[in-house]
């Protein structure tokens, strides 16, 4: 059974960093990419950043150099760094594998 869960969201003054991870299980971790996605209220869903399984990286074009995504396949985690957090990045944080998604981080950046 393929289970995805986030954790790390919170509520972070502007400038401020988080790490998120998306703990996996139930599937070949190392061998298959991982996506973080991001849904602000009122938003649709957006793709944030892309991990393949050996370690080449993509980003939405707003997230680069602030945002850094990496994996551990020892741990089947897959994370998000992100520094200097906007008030516009508040929402929630899933990640996701084919079609299997995670419940969600919410990640509030407000002063």
């Known amino acids: 059974q393929v289970q995805l869960v986030e954790s790390g969201g919170g509520l972070v003054q502007p400038g401020g960093s988080l790490r998120l991870s998306c703990a996996t299980s139930?599937?070949?971790?190392?061998?298959?990419?991982m996506h973080w996605y991001r849904q602000a209220p009122g938003k649709q869903r957006e793709l944030v950043a892309t991990?393949?399984?050996?370690?080449?990286?993509n980003y939405l074009d707003a997230m680069k150099g602030r945002f850094t995504i990496s994996r551990d396949n020892a741990k089947n985690t897959v994370y998000l760094q992100m520094n200097s957090l906007k008030p516009e990045d508040t929402a929630v944080y899933y990640c996701?594998?084919?079609?299997?998604w995670g419940k969600g981080t919410l990640v509030t950046v407000s002063s």
């Open positions: 996701r594998f084919g079609s299997y």
């Open positions: 139930g599937f070949i971790f190392s061998i298959y990419t």
């Open positions: 991990i393949t399984g050996v370690g080449n990286t």
